[in-house]
């Protein structure tokens, strides 16, 4: 019963942001850890950035440190992605995933729902 849904994609030319949003349809009690994934034209889908659901830890890929921020809103079970000095090697297909565990992993196989995705696109 756990649906997510991924919003705020779109196109912005290089060293812009974006900020995007995943939101819950209905609210969960298994929720522990949140994160996003994307995925280029062609390529394989990689991690973003996670964020766990009661404390805050979050954990980047390297690519994203220092320019993308996770975070959430419990209350209203939304997870955020603050995406600044866009690249154009940012451009894919944003997920939002959720993890019932609670301890943060990078790797996709790990999550347990996933959103359809929201595309982002960063011109140069």
């Known amino acids: 019963q756990v649906q997510l849904v991924e919003s705020g994609g779109g196109l912005v030319q290089a060293g812009g942001s974006l900020r995007l949003s995943c939101a819950a349809s209905?609210?969960?009690?298994?929720?522990?850890?949140m994160g996003w994934f994307r995925q280029a034209p062609g390529k394989e889908r990689l991690f973003v950035a996670a964020i766990t659901w009661s404390g805050g830890s979050t954990d980047y890929a390297d690519s994203v440190k220092a320019r993308f921020t996770i975070s959430r809103d419990v209350a209203k079970n939304t997870l955020y992605l603050q995406m600044n000095s866009l690249k154009p090697e940012d451009t894919g297909v944003y997920y939002c995933?959720?993890?019932?565990?609670?301890?943060?992993?990078?790797?996709?196989?790990?999550?347990?729902?996933w959103g359809q995705g929201t595309q982002v696109t960063v011109s140069s």
């Open positions: 995933a959720m993890r019932t565990s609670r301890y943060i992993t990078t790797s996709q196989n790990e999550y347990d729902y």
């Open positions: 209905r609210r969960t009690f298994s929720t522990r850890v």
